[in-house]
């Protein structure tokens, strides 16, 4: 798998996730839309381009993604096991931990969700 394919996978799970949460709010036009209001011009179709990995996924627009889509630049370089909206919904409520925090810390708090979610399953 790319790098690109990867982030662009990483995009994709997040807006999904985020689109049923919230009802269509999150749809690839309005997420394009809402990258051009803020300074990132994006058509719909493109957004589906950089999801599937076809299209380069620069910093630049991870940077404007990123507040979006409410997580952070590191949330997309995570090499995490496939995610699930459980998973998705911890990882969204570690971006609201204490900023001073580390990142050690906070994958710690992941992992142990996600045993105490497979001993409870």
């Not at 269509?24 to 589906?48: I, K, S, W, Y």
């Not at 949330?75 to 699930?84: I, L, Y």
């Not at 919904?89 to 900023?99: F, N, R, T």
């Amino acid at each position: 798998m790319t790098w690109d394919e990867h982030l662009g996978e990483r995009i994709q799970s997040r807006r999904q996730y985020l689109e049923r949460r919230d009802r269509g709010e999150f749809t690839q036009a309005r997420v394009a839309e809402r990258l051009t209001d803020a300074g990132f011009p994006m058509e719909p179709d493109n957004l589906g381009h950089y999801e599937r990995g076809r299209s380069n996924i620069t910093a630049e627009l991870l940077e404007h993604l990123a507040p979006i889509l409410g997580v952070s630049l590191g949330w997309f370089f995570k090499d995490d096991a496939p995610v699930d909206d459980f998973t998705e919904e911890v990882i969204a409520s570690l971006d609201g931990l204490p900023p001073n925090l580390s990142q050690d810390a906070k994958d710690h708090v992941l992992r142990t969700i996600r045993l105490l979610k497979e001993l409870t399953t």
